[in-house]
């Protein structure tokens, strides 16, 4: 078989990688598909002297490794995520960091939700419950899963805030790249709601708790 007949078919397998990582809704096997295909369509182009091909997927290739190596970092970072592990952890490499001034109302209540924050410095105040959030809180999840995606409180900074942000679209698009990892995404901030109504059931009880009666002589 001559050079030329091997170059045609190192470039018709990588063609036909190529769609089919465009046909695939996982992420993480679509990079890796994707990959295994500039590298046929490298060979093809090498093979059949076609300069413009080697050059593309030749420059290709880097990107799927780097974007393959991220998506399955945050996948695995996510399988052994516990519920207390720190959100910083896993989540904030795909948030955006902004800043916020103290007294800006960042939503109102029953505002559509559009996002979720971490808040990494200052302060945030639920104004109608009149609580304020300390760093490392995590705001806004529940109004992106509810039904009528509302928000049921409004939220201002009670000083200067460093925020982490991550969009609806931003979650759908976390879910997309891999289901599995929107399952433990959801897991986990499902656990911390668990956590944080159970302290709040101790809390309430214990406020409830009438103290005891000091026993007269």
């Not at 090498?46 to 030749?58: C, F, R, V």
């Not at 902004?98 to 808040?119: F, H, I, P, Q, S």
Request: with cysteine; aromatic share 8%; hydrophobic share 45%.
């Amino acid at each position: 078989m001559s050079n030329f007949s091997i170059a045609y078919l190192f470039g018709f397998i990588g063609a036909a990688l190529m769609v089919t990582s465009y046909l695939m809704k996982s992420m993480l096997p679509l990079r890796v598909v994707a990959l295994v295909a500039c590298l046929f369509l490298v060979l093809y182009g090498y093979l059949a002297a076609a300069m413009p091909t080697l050059l593309l997927y030749g420059a290709l290739i880097p990107i799927n490794i780097k974007k393959t190596l991220q998506i399955h970092r945050l996948v695995q970072a996510i399988k052994n995520a516990k519920s207390d592990t720190p959100i910083s952890e896993w989540l904030l490499p795909n948030m955006t960091r902004r800043t916020a001034k103290a007294g800006t109302t960042l939503w109102n209540k029953g505002d559509v939700a559009t996002e979720m924050l971490y808040l990494e410095t200052g302060s945030l105040r639920l104004v109608e419950y009149d609580q304020v959030l300390a760093p490392g809180s995590l705001v806004g999840e529940i109004g992106l899963f509810a039904p009528d995606n509302r928000r049921t409180l409004t939220l201002e900074c009670a000083s200067d805030c460093t925020l982490y942000s991550l969009s609806a679209e931003g979650m759908a698009r976390l879910y997309y790249q891999n289901p599995k990892l929107g399952f433990h995404v959801m897991r986990l901030i499902v656990a911390r709601l668990m956590n944080d109504a159970e302290k709040a059931r101790h809390a309430a009880e214990k406020k409830a708790t009438p103290p005891s009666e000091s026993t007269q002589a």
